[in-house]
């Protein structure tokens, strides 16, 4: 009954910005953590970005300095903000939840 639904990609040139964002609904958003994974066409599946239920944050080397996760539980909505983009970060998005939840992704493509 847990949906998670993912928001705010698209196409963007190097070295611009999108914020990302993950609504969920039917329950209260307060798993004990989120996570950002992407994934790219022939490539597995990575973690991106974590933030605990208590606020600590950790991010994967590759985008450490260009992106931020955070949250509002106001508004049930999880948020990544996507910095100084590379085309290496084209991939589909996924937001996850702890108790075992994704959302189906939103694409990110970083071209000129």
């Known amino acids: 009954q847990v949906q998670l639904v993912e928001s705010g990609g698209g196409l963007v040139?190097?070295?611009g910005s999108l914020r990302l964002s993950c609504t969920a609904s039917g329950s209260i958003f307060s798993s004990n953590f989120m996570e950002w994974y992407r994934q790219a066409p022939g490539k597995e599946r990575e973690l991106v970005?974590?933030?605990?239920?208590a606020g600590r944050t950790d991010y994967a080397d590759s985008v450490k300095g260009r992106f931020a996760i955070?949250?509002?539980n106001s508004k049930n909505t999880?948020?990544?903000q996507m910095n100084s983009l590379k085309p290496e970060d084209t991939a589909?998005?996924?937001c996850y939840s702890s108790g075992g939840w994704w959302g189906q992704g939103t694409q990110v493509t970083v071209s000129s």
């Open 13 to 15: 040139q190097p070295g």
């Open 49 to 53: 970005a974590r933030i605990t239920r």
């Open 70 to 72: 955070s949250r509002d």
């Open 78 to 80: 999880l948020y990544l």
């Open 92 to 94: 589909v998005y996924y």
